[in-house]
């Protein structure tokens, strides 16, 4: 069906920058919400980073400022720009996405398989 491949993880420096990637591959008519989520060690999953199909954007208060979420419609590729990150942002980050679906037609939430990202300090 569909499938959100994420890239871009890794260990960064306390100030320091990364840039995470999600691709959607297989067959859908159209991506309406695109985000990113988070989940750190012992806490629950958050949200991070929304835009719409139409350019909206939400973003937790914690990383208004530092972070920047933007997608690539024609390569149905979203991107999160984080910079000044810090030790709190360590977490697995996830890709979120609302697809419409083809054969059968549906609604679904589809999630990507997660991608660590450490911050030392």
């Known amino acids: 069906q569909v499938q959100l491949v994420e890239y871009g993880g890794g260990l960064v420096q306390a100030g320091g920058s990364l840039r995470l990637s999600c691709t959607a591959s297989?067959?859908?008519?159209?991506?309406?919400?695109m985000g990113w989520y988070r989940q750190a060690p012992g806490k629950q999953r958050e949200l991070v980073a929304t835009?719409?199909?139409?350019?909206?954007?939400n973003y937790a208060d914690s990383v208004k400022g530092r972070f920047t979420i933007s997608r690539d419609n024609a390569k149905n590729t979203e991107y999160l720009q984080m910079n000044s990150l810090a030790v709190e942002d360590t977490a697995v980050y996830y890709c979120?996405?609302?697809?419409?679906?083809?054969?059968?037609?549906?609604?679904?939430?589809?999630w990507g398989q997660g991608t660590l990202v450490t911050v030392s300090s």
């Open positions: 297989g067959r859908f008519f159209s991506i309406n919400t």
């Open positions: 979120n996405a609302a697809v419409l679906t083809i054969a059968p037609l549906r609604n679904l939430e589809v």
């Open positions: 835009i719409t199909n139409g350019g909206s954007i």
